[in-house]
């Protein structure tokens, strides 16, 4: 009674050490007393919640230390995933209009189309050490925010020296400033997106991992969209370069901005056993050991990546040049008001109203792959194989049948959005369940690190297509080379197609 008074006086009720320090004095100075033959803990009720809360807390502690979340809502989430629409307009922008910029500044077909081996090749690189470093990060203010607010920052930097090198250049030395620059573009922007699906990941259960992946999906709808509308602000884009960049900067430091509002992050502490003390390399190359010993499933995945995302590249950064000068025969180096240049005009405002059409499917194919996988147990690669196959055949219409049909060009430019739109949604879900189930279970497991790896296959399927379109360009004229390039695109595609039938359903 004397150390119950005394306590409970100055109790604190979270500080639970106290609690059981309490506990142990009570119990050794009532074992001292001999008339005592059985200890029956008396009925304390401040110590009763207490220990309960304590309980209730400990059980809230993951393995690493690092406490667990309640789950968020949907809203939340969503609103985490916002700077994605940022990130897909910059994406979106960029790719058909980087070649036709290299060109307005004074690069041949050739060279222009090489320049563009710096997104893929530094996608495969700095994707992985990001993602390495984010999952490591020890910082203050969490492990995802301050890389993405680093990237912000650095892409707003790069975004201005690419586009606006005529204001600060001769445009004899425009090329110069733009070409590398855009090397440094492609750094920043992947540093600025390879944190987002890790943040919704690590706030979303196991149970919201795949609609989250596709709620991404239907991020890059809108972005996709907001893009092509941009695209017809000027008849020719390349001439209004730095104008339009920043107004794409302005849309992702608006959605980073609303992301803040809601983004919470607890402070990474690294366990006591992990004793690393090796380069910033070191995380990366461990990461990639985690590959051993997965299902061959997984393997055949990260094929049918690479070959479908050849065929996706092909649309995304050479569709508005196969509208220009294979469907409707412009030049964009021809006298303003001629027939060539008024033709290359038309070409790119019917890739720009198609692409808008495109992200509306892109939307519609993300609701439907949403719909099957949360109502009904069709096997992944019952659902992936034939979005991969209707691929195939676009690309090969286009080679083969389309010739100089707007409405035939439009329509297969459309429907090109199918594929594109499959690979965002499954595989990422897929991968964002299976770390979800390792760290459960008590397994290594690095999300971010996983999904920058399968963005890492997804730039090789890229990187193949724009150097074979290079080394066509170097041997035929622009619109020649675009024939054959979606013949090739058509067969990747179709062995992708072939691939994804040999996943097995790992849910």
């Not at 594929?419 to 949604?425: K, L, Q, T, V």
Request: net charge negative.
């Amino acid at each position: 009674s004397r150390i119950r008074s005394a306590s409970l006086a100055s109790f604190n009720h979270r500080d639970h050490s106290f609690v059981n320090t309490f506990q142990k004095m009570l119990t050794a100075e009532i074992s001292h007393a001999s008339h005592i033959e059985e200890f029956v803990p008396p009925h304390v009720p401040e110590l009763e919640a207490a220990q309960e809360e304590g309980a209730g807390e400990n059980e809230e502690e993951k393995d690493d230390g690092s406490p667990k979340q309640d789950e968020w809502p949907l809203w939340k989430l969503c609103i985490l995933a916002l700077p994605q629409v940022g990130v897909q307009v910059l994406w979106g922008f960029i790719g058909p209009n980087s070649a036709p910029y290299m060109k307005h500044l004074g690069a041949s077909d050739s060279l222009a189309t090489l320049n563009n081996t710096a997104g893929p090749l530094v996608g495969f690189i700095t994707g992985p050490l990001v993602g390495a470093w984010s999952d490591r990060s020890t910082c203050r203010w969490g492990r995802r925010r301050p890389i993405i607010a680093g990237g912000l920052i650095s892409t707003l930097l790069a975004g201005f020296f690419w586009s606006g090198s005529t204001i600060l250049l001769s445009e004899e030395s425009a090329i110069w400033l733009s070409a590398p620059m855009f090397w440094v573009l492609d750094v920043t922007i992947n540093i600025l997106q390879t944190p987002f699906r890790a943040l919704v990941s690590d706030n979303a259960s196991e149970r919201q991992q795949i609609p989250m992946q596709v709620v991404f999906v239907v991020m890059m709808a809108l972005g996709n969209f907001l893009a092509y509308c941009i695209m017809k602000i000027y008849e020719e884009p390349s001439a209004h370069m730095c104008e339009l960049m920043m107004l794409v900067c302005g849309i992702n430091v608006v959605c980073v901005a609303i992301q803040a509002l809601v983004a919470k992050e607890t402070p990474y502490v690294r366990p006591s056993t992990d004793e690393s003390t090796g380069s910033c390399c070191d995380p990366v190359m461990s990461s990639f050991w985690t590959f051993k010993g997965q299902s061959r499933a997984f393997y055949v995945l990260i094929a049918v990546q690479c070959l479908v995302w050849f065929e996706i590249n092909s649309w995304n950064a050479y569709g508005q040049q196969w509208f220009t000068s294979s469907v409707y025969g412009g030049d964009q180096k021809a006298p303003e008001g001629s027939e060539a240049h008024l033709n290359f005009v038309q070409g790119k405002n019917d890739f720009a109203t198609a692409g808008q059409v495109r992200s509306g499917v892109q939307l519609l194919v993300s609701l439907g792959i949403m719909a099957m996988l949360l109502k009904t147990t069709v096997p992944h690669q019952i659902l992936y194989a034939p979005c991969l196959f209707v691929g195939s055949v676009v690309s090969f219409l286009a080679s083969f049948a389309v010739k100089h049909s707007s409405a035939f060009a439009m329509t297969c430019m459309i429907i090109s959005m199918v594929p594109e739109s499959a690979s965002f949604a499954i595989p990422y879900g897929l991968v964002a369940a299976w770390n979800k189930k390792a760290e459960e279970e008590g397994k290594p497991a690095s999300t971010a690190m996983q999904m920058a790896l399968l963005n890492c296959c997804i730039t090789v399927g890229q990187q193949a297509n724009t150097l074979v379109l290079a080394l066509i360009e170097s041997n035929l004229k622009l619109g020649p080379s675009l024939t054959v390039m979606f013949i090739v695109a058509g067969t990747a595609a179709g062995l992708a197609g072939t691939g994804a039938l040999f996943l097995k359903d790992s849910s």
